[in-house]
């Protein structure tokens, strides 16, 4: 199976804009979706985005939580076995560690569940300023 780093993380003012990266090493890149997630201090992790092996979607409309619809994008390079998160118009409540998951692609189906991930990178930390 894949193993998973991120990288991109940092200190950004509100309003700005930070990249997130994560490099996958071993296994077929492409038979996994893949998802982003985010942990604030003192809260559970919660689901950010996801996308297909292929980037097409049954169920596209669950690609992105709804508090960063429209700010971010996820996007990824089989080629380069890389997944990304584009941000945009960060605000405060963006700050958590950001994590990206892998799971078995199925269908094309898009999964926002903590629970059905079994591939995890060890995060990376955004904290945005206000």
């Known amino acids: 199976q894949v193993q998973l780093v991120e990288s991109g993380g940092g200190l950004v003012q509100a309003g700005g804009s930070l990249r997130l990266s994560c490099a996958a090493s071993?296994?077929?890149?492409?038979?996994?979706?893949m998802s982003w997630f985010r942990q604030a201090p003192g809260k559970e992790r919660e689901f950010v985005a996801a996308i297909s092996w292929s980037g097409i979607s049954t169920n596209y409309a669950d690609s992105y939580a709804d508090s960063v619809e429209g700010r971010f994008t996820i996007s990824r390079d089989n080629a380069k076995k890389t997944v990304y998160l584009q941000m945009d118009r960060l605000k405060p409540e963006d700050t958590a560690v950001y994590y990206c998951?892998?799971?078995?692609?199925?269908?094309?189906?898009?999964?926002?569940?903590?629970?059905?991930?079994?591939?995890w990178g060890q995060g990376t930390q955004v904290t945005v300023s206000s």
């Open positions: 071993g296994g077929t890149f492409s038979r996994y979706t």
């Open positions: 998951a892998a799971k078995g692609s199925f269908a094309g189906l898009l999964f926002s569940r903590v629970d059905l991930y079994n591939i």
